[in-house]
C-alpha cells in the first residue's frame, strides 16, 4: 500500500503543494486552470478529477480540498456512490473476465484513494451507507488478488478502530458532563467556600499547564476537518430539495471543545472568587497568571487564553483590594499578547513563531501549537462568509477552497501532535469535574468578598442574596 505523506507536506506557502503525485492536465471538460492551478469546475468535472485511473492519481491536496469542500454540494454518502460507480464502470472492475494485470495497475490507486478517505475523514462512515459502499467496491478489488484482499481488511480494521475510539470518547465525555452537572447543583443553591482548591490538588503552575496541555491535545485529536465546514453550512443554492447537512451531522467535537474553553474559565473564576480571605485570592490570582505564562511557552494558547478570559470576568476584575495585592506585570505582558486589537496581531505572531518551530521540532514538546480556538473558528467562518461557494456559472468556487483547505490542513498537522507530558489522573479529574460556580453564583461570591460599591451592584446583590436565600428555604 502507498504511504499516506504527513500533513506538514500537503500545503505550501503558495497554497497547495502539486509535487507530491502526477498531476493530469486538463484544462477542459468542466476544469478551468490559471496559471496551471485549478479555479473552478462543475461538481460533475471535479469528482472525475478525484477517481484515479491507470495512468492518473490525483494530488493529495486535491483529495484533501475536495472531500473537506464538496459537503456543502452533497452528502458524503452520495459522492461515495458517485465514486463507486465511476470506479466500477470506468474501470471494468463490475465485468467477471476483467483483466487481472488491468485490476493490479488500477487497484493500488483505488485503495489508496479509500485510505485517504478512511483516513482523514472517518467520521463519514458512520452513516451506514458510506460502509455499505466502501465493502462493496473493496469486495470488488479484493476479488482480483489476495494481496488486495489484506489491505481492504486492514483499511476497514483501521477504520472500525478509529470509530471505536471515537465512541469511548464520546462515553467518557458524557460521564464527565454528568459528574459536571451533578456537583453543579451543590453551587446553586448558595455560594460556599469549598475544601479543596486548585493549589492543594496541584501546587506547581508548570505541572497544571502541563495537564491543561493534555486535556487540549487529547479533545483536539478528536476534532474531525469536516466539522468546520459542519459549523457554516448553508443551503446549495443550485440544490431544490434539502440542505447538504440536514441529516449529516455524526459529531459533536467542536462544540464539546469550546465548551471546555468555557468551563476552564469558569474553574478559574471559581477558584478566585471563592477564598474569604483577600490574601488567598491574591495568591490565586499569582497562581494563575504563573500557570498561563506557562501555557504560552509550551504553545498551549487556547488554555492561556480561557484563564485570562476567567481572569478579565466581571466578578473577578471588580476586586480591587484583591488585585492591588498581586504582582501584576506577568500578567500584563500576557494580556499584551493575547491584545485582540489589530486583529490579534500580537498572538497571530506568537502563534506563527510556535508554528514555525514546530516545523524545525526534534521532539513532541516543541511541536505543540495548540491555537486560541475561538478564533481560529472565526478566521475559517469570515472566509466561508468573504466568497461564495459558485461562481455565476454555476462553478464550484475551489480557489475559495484551497485557501479553507490549507487552514483546516494547519490544524490538523497541530492536532496529530502526541503529548509529552505524564498524565497525572488526581489533577485531571479535578480540572474536568470539579463544581464551577455560575455567573450569579460567582457575583454573590465576589460581592461578599468586596462589596458593591455602586447602586447597580447593590441592587445586583440584594436581588442574588433573595434568590439564593429563597432557593435555601
Sequence with gaps: MPQTPPFAAMFDSSGY???????????????????????????EALIQHLVPNVDYYPDRTYIFTFLLSSRLFMHPYELMAKVCHLCTEHQRLSEPGTDKSLIRKIAPKILQLLTEWTETFPYDFRDERMMRNLKELAQRIANGDEMYRKNVQQI????????????????????????????????????????????????????LAQQLTRIELERLNYIGPEEFVQAFVQKDPLDNDKSCYADQKKTRNLEAYVEWFNRLSYLVATEICMPVKKKHRARMIEYFIDVARECFNIGNFNSLMAIISGMNMSPVSRLKKTWAKVKT??????????????????????????AQRSLTAHSNREKIVIPFFSLLIKDIYFLNEGCANRLPNGHVNFEKFWELAKQVSEFMTWKQVECPFERDRKILQYLLTVPVFSEDALYLASYESEGPENHIEKDRWKTLRFVWDRVSI
Design 17 to 43: 503543494n502539486r509535487n507530491l503525485y502526477q498531476s493530469k492536465e486538463d484544462n477542459c471538460g468542466g476544469l478551468y486552470y490559471h496559471d496551471n492551478n485549478l479555479l473552478s469546475g462543475s461538481l
Design 156 to 207: 476497514i480494521q483501521s477504520l472500525i478502530r478509529k470509530l471505536a475510539s471515537l465512541g469511548q470518547y464520546e462515553e467518557v465525555l458524557a460521564k464527565i458532563n454528568a459528574t459536571s452537572t451533578d456537583r453543579l447543583t451543590v453551587l446553586t443553591a448558595k455560594p460556599q467556600a469549598i475544601q479543596r482548591d486548585i493549589i492543594t490538588v496541584c501546587n506547581d503552575p508548570y505541572m
Design 329 to 354: 506585570a506577568k500578567f500584563d505582558i500576557l494580556e499584551h499578547q493575547m491584545d485582540p486589537s489589530s486583529n490579534f496581531y500580537n498572538y497571530r505572531t506568537a502563534l506563527r513563531g510556535a
